[in-house]
């Protein structure tokens, strides 16, 4: 069992910043992939930013050159650096952990999401 607890979220005006934090806890061993998904108002759930099994770090089209991820190994949490925040940024950000073990296979995790709201 993975968990993830998200914070970090809030209202920003549009150019603003702001910085979610991801912790995870327990299984922390199993993880093979982490990152940050997002879904606005009426919209499907999207990859924002994650760092692969690979080991490669991936981004949104929408989001690159303003968004940067980055991890602490020793505390076990991802961060998101948002800049340059724009309304259709609006959504609720969640982070996402993927699990692969010989016993249980691959798992996907889900923090709750926390809230981000840009305001033009």
């Known amino acids: 069992q993975v968990q993830l607890v998200e914070s970090g979220g809030g209202l920003v005006q549009a150019g603003g910043s702001l910085r979610l934090s991801c912790a995870a806890s327990?299984?922390?061993?199993?993880?093979?992939?982490i990152g940050w998904y997002r879904q606005g108002p009426g919209k499907q759930r999207e990859l924002v930013a994650g760092f692969s099994s690979g080991g490669r770090t991936n981004y949104a089209d929408s989001v690159k050159d303003r968004f940067t991820i980055s991890r602490d190994n020793a505390k076990n949490t991802v961060y998101l650096q948002m800049n340059r925040l724009k309304p259709e940024d609006t959504a609720v950000y969640y982070c996402n952990a993927r699990s692969d073990t010989v016993v249980a296979g691959a798992y996907d995790y889900w923090g709750q999401g926390t809230q981000v709201t840009v305001s033009s």
């Open positions: 327990g299984s922390t061993f199993s993880i093979v992939a």
